[in-house]
């Protein structure tokens, strides 16, 4: 049987090595010898002896956190021997390694999958998301391990070292150290009274020193509240509060 199906760059990649790596730049592949965590609904195809188990949102504590921000990830604890291989509607995935000391801000919508030895608590953004229907909380990781998350296109990873402003909707992620805050980018004028607008009411904006990962999309941000298999909700704080 001859098929470009089967050139070298579609066959399984092997590694002696176990966690997780790239299949693709839109499949992981988490060659396991132990377990990880992963987002409910991404696991795509199995070899081995693997066990799924659901976690909600990883401990009672943040699954009160989930049901009251709307934010979170939905969780699956994968465990065995073997190789699994995740994904999520074509998305694009980007590996961050995590080192002793380090703390990533994260939006929950696009976590995929991450070392089970990483720490991950959901908190407050200060300063930013409610006036944008984007959200107050964001799922925030810390201690030694690999995280996978998506991204929708190639993103763009910005140094904060001058006062930066994006679009709520496109941050992914940030250094959590990073001060956020509200910025309102439209001015308001003649224009604005008759219903004009640029379409850039506001921004989040984010000052210190670190980075912030920007995607090229504004789609709508999304807690993972009740969500499975890559269906988001919309509405953030505000749509929990009065049931939207």
């Not at 465990?79 to 999520?88: K, N, P, S, Y």
């Not at 496109?170 to 956020?180: E, F, G, M």
Request: with cysteine.
């Amino acid at each position: 049987m001859r098929s470009e199906l089967f050139n070298a760059d579609n066959l399984e990649k092997e590694s002696a090595q176990p966690g997780l790596r790239l299949q693709n730049s839109k499949l992981l592949k988490a060659e396991l010898n132990g377990e990880f965590m992963a987002r409910v609904g991404s696991m795509v195809a199995y070899q081995g002896q693997v066990q799924f188990e659901a976690l909600g949102s990883g401990g009672i504590g943040k699954f009160l956190k989930q049901k009251l921000t709307g934010e979170g990830v939905p969780l699956m604890r994968v465990r065995g021997h073997g190789d699994v291989f995740l994904a999520e509607n074509a998305a694009d995935i980007h590996l961050i390694d995590l080192e002793p000391g380090d703390a990533l801000s994260i939006n929950g919508a696009n976590v995929l999958a991450f070392d089970s030895s990483l720490n991950y608590d959901i908190k407050m953004v200060q300063g930013a998301g409610m006036m944008s229907n984007a959200g107050l909380f964001n799922c925030v990781f810390s201690g030694h391990g690999r995280i996978a998350v998506t991204t929708k296109g190639t993103p763009v990873v910005l140094s904060v070292d001058q006062p930066t402003y994006v679009d709520p909707q496109a941050a992914i992620c940030w250094s959590a150290n990073l001060q956020t805050g509200y910025h309102r980018a439209e001015q308001l004028g003649m224009g604005t009274l008759l219903g004009r607008t640029t379409g850039e009411r506001f921004t989040m904006s984010f000052s210190g020193q670190g980075f912030v990962v920007v995607q090229p999309s504004e789609e709508p941000p999304g807690g993972f509240a009740g969500a499975a298999g890559g269906q988001q909700q919309d509405g953030g704080i505000l749509g929990n509060i009065f049931g939207n």
